[in-house]
T-cell receptor
Framework: QKEVEQNSGPLSVPEGAIASLNCTYS??????FFWYRQYSGKSPELIMS????GDKEDGRFTAQLNKASQYVSLLIRDSQPSDSATYLC?????????FGTGTRLTIIP | DADVTQTPRNRITKTGKRIMLECSQT?????MYWYRQDPGLGLQLIYY???????NKGEISDGYSVSRQAQAKFSLSLESAIPNQTALYFC????????????FGDGTRLSIL
């Protein structure tokens, strides 16, 4: 079992709809959780951090964390073509940050 | 100016050559990392350093070496480059705080012919 697993994708969502990206992790001791956005050929860019169970909202982005289920998700509301990118889930615990392999999201105009 | 600066941004070289990729940061972070990313794939950790005297191998260290010259500088070397080391290389930094993320440089696109 991979330490951090994401929807394999690719995921296609119509413009204006909600995009839902999911991530599960294996280490119950994980303490902090991050979502990065990566455009093709560019570096990962941090878009959300979450540490406590529940939802955290920032503009059109909402991160959701459920430590009991070892699950973290990212919702993108009112999806825009500029949201088309690969989204990386990263989980931190015991001094180590582990990345998932990413989910490629395409927003269809 | 970027907080995490990688040089060069692009490099094309030949098999067998020695190559050094450099990373410098102005964030004051103790921890620095080198990753490799192949097209369509995830990030693979090559080496990481928690401070100047603490350097550790990552998942794929074979064929690579590193040097932490100062808190702000961490360089990656390919002693004898081979074509399957063609990839996008990223440097990242973080503080010691468990709740802080890693911050990435813009990357170096390396092609080995």
């Amino acid at each position: 079992q991979k330490e951090v697993e994401q929807n394999s994708g690719p995921l296609s969502v119509p413009e204006g709809a909600i995009a839902s990206l999911n991530c599960t992790y294996s280490d119950r001791g994980s303490q902090s959780f991050f979502w990065y956005r990566q455009y093709s050929g560019k570096s990962p860019e941090l878009i959300m951090s979450i540490y406590s169970n529940g939802d955290k909202e920032d503009g059109r982005f909402t991160a959701q964390l459920n430590k009991a289920s070892q699950y973290v998700s990212l919702l993108i509301r009112d999806s825009q073509p500029s949201d088309s990118a690969t989204y990386l889930c990263a989980v931190k615990g015991n001094e180590k940050l582990t990345f998932g392999t990413g989910t490629r999201l395409t927003i269809i105009p | 100016d970027a907080d995490v600066t990688q040089t060069p941004r692009n490099r094309i070289t030949k098999t067998g050559k020695r190559i050094m990729l450099e990373c410098s940061q102005t964030k004051g972070h103790d921890r620095m990392y080198w990753y490799r990313q192949d097209p369509g794939l995830g990030l693979q950790l090559i080496y990481y350093s928690f401070d100047v005297k603490d350097i550790n191998k990552g998942e794929i260290s074979d064929g690579y070496s590193v040097s932490r010259q100062a808190q702000a500088k961490f360089s990656l070397s390919l002693e004898s480059a081979i074509p399957n080391q063609t990839a996008l290389y990223f440097c990242a930094t973080s503080s010691r705080d468990t709740y802080q993320p890693q911050h990435f440089g813009d990357g170096t696109r390396l092609s080995i012919l």
